[in-house]
């Protein structure tokens, strides 16, 4: 299996399960319009081969309070300003237990703004931008590729802001 532990912290010698990462379900509202507006990022993988679209992740830093960390990778990703954030569960989540023990929290989060990215050299990250129907109409006809994740993030938004 893959893990970004050591060994000493592999999920394996724990009753608790260690939070690897954050998942951020992006948008905010339009001020002119007062449209909701969803941030997506589109990313290059390599273990598929092709961009895909999901929303901003990234991993928590030694000692990094869980809100902090979304709120830094907002900068990085989307160079956002987080204006509210709503995290979806008390505790880290396996993300795919039968292959890794990545366990992340995620949280629908409101931006007051988006800007420039502060990426690191090996990142190859756009910023998507989508106003709820048209991310609704990608979807529906299959035009547009998402992450398991991505599906989650846009159906958790929908819950929220209705």
């Avoid at 009753?15 to 969803?38: H, S």
């Avoid at 997506?40 to 081969?49: P, T, W, Y």
Wanted: proline content about 2%; hydrophobic content about 40%; some cysteine.
């Amino acid at each position: 299996f893959v893990s970004r532990n050591s060994m000493k912290d592999l999920a394996i010698n724990h009753d608790v399960v260690k939070p690897t990462a954050i998942e951020a379900f992006t948008y905010y509202v339009d001020p002119e319009t007062m449209e909701i507006k969803v941030v997506m990022i589109e990313e290059f993988r390599s273990a598929l081969g092709r961009y895909v679209n999901s929303f901003v992740a990234g991993l928590i830093e030694n000692n990094e309070d869980v809100n902090k960390a979304i709120e830094r990778e907002v900068y990085e990703e989307v160079g956002g300003k987080v204006e509210k954030i709503t995290l979806l569960q008390d505790y880290p989540l396996s993300m795919c237990a039968g292959m890794c023990d990545e366990a992340n929290y995620m949280a629908v989060v409101k931006l007051s703004s988006i800007g420039k990215q502060h990426l690191e050299a090996t990142e190859d990250i756009k910023i998507k931008v989508y106003s709820l129907d048209e991310l609704s109409l990608l979807i529906k006809n299959n035009q547009i590729y998402l992450t398991a994740s991505g599906l989650l993030g846009y159906l958790s938004i929908l819950s929220i802001v209705g």
